[in-house]
Structures are given as structure tokens and as C-alpha cells.
């Protein structure tokens, strides 16, 4: 506890709320940065981010004054009567407690206020991604592939190429793709797959997710794996098999192990394939050289990872790029770059 008289000194927590996962990031006076991901389902209840930041609150504001950030891209969530309405509702959470609150803008960080329109604020925490790169001096592709969606940033001369104001202009011009590694349905990566002549076919319904295929191909990491399952039952390599096999319509048994193997590769190559098309499509639409760099971050940079190694592009890691030195026991920064940066860019503009 600090003594009575000492000036608590600030902390900068950088909140990026999402549908199914509140992210955040403190920066310390120590200059060390803390991120988490929690579960927060906002269909089921909005109460999950209250209940968080009085937790958070409650932790740290006896010794140091906190000032907050906040992002999102959670006012979608179809609780909310409109995108409109989902942006209030999140940052009057935040106004009830009387907390120091700011937001991140079309425009930039500002001190939240009710002129500001919610429709700058709604689903801008790609932006904040673009904004601190756009300090670097190189031209470059940088791709974040999350649990549910995957964000598409061109910078060249400093500058942003994107033309995504929203979620719809963002889908429009292929720089917001509805497809993760966590949350997303197999059915929405490929109908079909075909192994050894053999055809088989995917039952589009929520039997399976993405992190099933990539547990049991091993590329998601337990610390990583936070989404939740889609029958609620284990993240084990069993449970995930079972429902793979499901989605294919057929029982999981010990004699089917390696074709599900083989099904989840070759379902993992399509979900490549359709980034490398991505990449290629903003490689010509914008004249990019061949041997541009791309720079990859989210739960999901194993795959451009792999991606670049069959076709040879020029990647860096978030970390790499920045040059940004971890520990093992830290979330990477990649995992929760808005927050991350947020955090870094409230502190700046505050100081």
C-alpha cells in the first residue's frame, strides 16, 4: 500500500472488447507490459466486462491512478438491437464507475465524450494496429489472423492503403475476412475435402470449430487455445477428433484416427490457400513487390508462418518485426496487438 501522501502514479490498461473475448493490456511505470484474454460472451451477458473491470479495478487502484482505453469490436454481437446501440451499452460500463475513459477513434485516441459518434468508434481496433505500424518506414502487409476473424493492413510510404471504415467496407474490399482459427465453423473454411479419390463431405452446422482441426494437428498451444468448444465438452485430441468425425458423418474410433489426420491437413492447406489468395490479391491490387514484407500476429500466425515457407514470402512475426523480447510465461503480444498497442498509444497521448 502506498503511504497517504504519496502521488499514486498511472497505469495505462488498453481494453479491446471483443464478442466472445475481452482482451487487455496494462502498461506499468516500469514500462513492463501484462496482456490477458478472457472468455466474455456478450450474447449471453454483458455483465462479463463489468464484473472484469471491477476486478481489475479493485486490483490496482488503491496504488496507482488507471487510466483506461477502449477499443471494440463487440457492439456486432447480435444482443445488441444495433451496432449503434452496442457501442453505448459497452462504454456506459465504463461511465457508471466514473472511470477515466478514452476511446479509440476513426480519427485517432480521444477523451470520451457523448459528441464523439459511435460510428467512429464501432470495430476500429484493426486500426489501432495500422496506426503504430504506420511508424515504421517499410512497406508492408501485415496480417492478423484471430480466433474469429482475420485483418488485412497495407502501409506503403507510411501510409495506410486500407479503405475499411466499418466492418461491411472492410468485407467489401477483402480487408476484413470472416474466418479464424478458433471460433470459426469447418463449414465456413471448405464443403468439402478429398482424400485419396475418397469425398467428404461437411455437414454445415456448428459441430465443429477451427481449433479442433488445429489441436489435433498440434499448432495451437493450451495458453492460446481460449475459445470455447463448440458442444462444450473437452479441448482433449479425443474430443476434438469425435467432433471432426461428426462433421464428416461418421463416429470417431481408434481405426479412423489418421484419416482424420489426413482430413485435417488437408482442410488446414485450404484455410492457407485462401489466405495466399488473400495476400496475392492485395499483392497486385496495390503493386506490392514480390519480395515484400509481411508481418503476421494473432493466434493464428502459425499459418503465415507455414504459408511463407511453401511459397517463400518475405515474413516476420509481430515480435521479430518490432523486436519485441518476451518470456515464455508472457502472452505474446501478437496474441492481443490492439490491446497491446492501445496501451502503448494511451500512455503517449496521456503523457
Given amino acids: 500500500k502506498l503511504p497517504k501522501n504519496m502521488k499514486k502514479k498511472n497505469i495505462y490498461i488498453g481494453w479491446d472488447i471483443g464478442g466472445a473475448h475481452l482482451k487487455y493490456s496494462i502498461y506499468f511505470p516500469n ?16 455483465d462479463c466486462i463489468s464484473d472484469n473491470l471491477k476486478i481489475i479495478h479493485d ?20 444482443s445488441f438491437s444495433s451496432g449503434k446501440l452496442g ?20 480519427d485517432g485516441i480521444r477523451e470520451y465524450n457523448q459528441s464523439i459518434g459511435n460510428n467512429s468508434i464501432a470495430s476500429m481496433n484493426w486500426k489501432i494496429i495500422c496506426d503504430y505500424l504506420q511508424r515504421s518506414s517499410k512497406d508492408i502487409i501485415a496480417i492478423d489472423i484471430g480466433s474469429t476473424t482475420t485483418d488485412v493492413i497495407m502501409l506503403k510510404n507510411n ?18 475476412i470472416y474466418t479464424g482459427v478458433l471460433r470459426t465453423p469447418i463449414f465456413a473454411v471448405c464443403e468439402e475435402v478429398i482424400i485419396n479419390n475418397c469425398s467428404f463431405k461437411v455437414i454445415p452446422e456448428n459441430l465443429a ?4 482441426i488445429y489441436r489435433v494437428l498440434f499448432y495451437v498451444k493450451r495458453q492460446d487455445d481460449y475459445a470455447a468448444t ?15 468425425a461428426r462433421i464428416f458423418g461418421f463416429d470417431y474410433t481408434k481405426d479412423s484416427k489418421q484419416s482424420i489426420i489426413k482430413i485435417s491437413k488437408s ?57 519485441i523480447k518476451i518470456k515464455n510465461s508472457d502472452i505474446k503480444p501478437s496474441l492481443v496487438a490492439p490491446s497491446y498497442f492501445l496501451s502503448k498509444i494511451i500512455k503517449e497521448y496521456y503523457e
Fill in 230 to 244: 463448440s458442444d462444450s465438452r473437452s479441448k482433449s485430441i479425443q474430443h476434438s477428433m469425435k467432433r471432426i
Fill in 267 to 323: 482442410i488446414m492447406q485450404i484455410h492457407m490457400n485462401k489466405i495466399e489468395r488473400i495476400i496475392n490479391l492485395t499483392m497486385k491490387k496495390h503493386r506490392y513487390q514480390k519480395d515484400s514484407l509481411i508481418v503476421g500476429m494473432g493466434v493464428g500466425e502459425f499459418l503465415l508462418k507455414n504459408l511463407s515457407a511453401q511459397r517463400k514470402y518475405n515474413y516476420l512475426n509481430l515480435e521479430s518485426f518490432l523486436n
Fill in 87 to 106: 457501442v453505448s451499452k459497452i462504454l456506459s460500463i465504463f461511465k457508471k464507475r466514473s472511470y477515466i475513459l478514452y476511446v479509440y477513434t476513426r
Fill in 209 to 212: 470449430t477451427m481449433a479442433d
Fill in 159 to 176: 501510409k495506410s492503403l486500407n479503405k475499411r471504415i466499418n466492418d461491411f467496407t472492410g468485407l467489401k474490399y477483402s480487408e476484413l
Fill in 31 to 46: 514500462s513492463k507490459i501484462i496482456s490477458k484474454i478472457l472468455l466474455c460472451e456478450l450474447w449471453k451477458s454483458i
Fill in 59 to 78: 486490483k490496482y487502484d488503491e496504488d496507482y491512478k488507471i487510466i483506461n482505453a477502449v477499443t471494440m469490436s463487440g457492439e456486432m454481437c447480435d
